[in-house]
């Protein structure tokens, strides 16, 4: 009866399940204050610690928001939380499974600032000290309010030192690469992919497409990719850790 009831979510389990529907929230959140001209990344998405927009929660925030001019972004997080999250969770429990997923959300967050660190770095060569005091200053408003300075190297460094990054995708690349360790060889069926694929060459390759994508593309394409590194590394960190000191008797560790 409670299958029937509850359909496709009925054997979700809850921490997975949860995640799925804070996610949720937070998007029609997201879409409806962006609608009166709020955007509320700008307090709970994450920003470079130089960033005045910089707060320490964003750490943990920003991974429950997504952008909100579609529903793409926050669906195919989604979706992969649905997919290969609920099995993990029947496999670790609730506890180390929110643990897991919230450790690799922000390890993603800070690989991605380390990355926004040496970049920041190498571009202040090419800035005056009067030029970068300006930048530092103002330059967070100008973003906040949807402006920027019109020279592009100054509005390249401006945007790199106060951009605004959402998303589950470092939580969800932890979930992949976890999902690979522990079953390396099912075989996926994707569907920009559609030939049998085993979860560690897939796990594996999508880790080498990111960090291409990461050095080749930088920025240009809005994506995160070296947080997604983050999480991928963070988590395939974590899952060895638990490995080599047997915390769990499970038959995966």
Known sequence: MNQSRGGMFASVPPVTLNIIIINV?????????????????????LHYFKSDLFYPHQLFTYMFLHDPSGITHVFFNMFAVFMFGRTLEMIWGGKRFLFYYITTGIGAALFNMLVVYIRINSAES????????????????????????????????????????????????????????????????????????????????????????????????????????????????????????????????
Not at 27 to 45: C, E, M, R
Not at 131 to 159: C, H, M, Q, V, W
Request: net charge neutral; hydrophobic share 50%.
């Open 25 to 45: 929230l937070f998007w029609l959140v997201q879409v409806v204050f962006a609608n009166k001209g709020i955007d509320i990344s700008t307090y709970l998405g």
């Open 126 to 253: 090419a800035l005056s000290p009067d030029i970068l005091a300006e930048i530092y200053k103002n330059g967070a408003e100008l973003i906040s309010t949807g402006r920027n300075y019109a020279d592009p190297l100054l509005g390249n460094f401006n945007a790199l030192l106060n951009q605004t990054m959402v998303g589950a995708s470092g939580a969800v690349f932890g979930i992949l690469v976890a999902f690979g360790m522990l079953f390396p060889n099912v075989e996926l069926m994707l569907l920009f992919f559609p030939v049998p694929i085993k979860a560690k060459y897939f796990v594996i390759l999508y880790g080498i497409m990111e960090l291409f994508m990461g050095v080749w593309d930088r920025a240009g394409d809005n994506v995160a990719h070296f947080a997604h590194l983050g999480g991928l590394l963070t988590g395939f960190i974590l899952v060895l850790y638990w490995r080599r000191n047997n915390k769990r008797d499970g038959k995966f560790y």
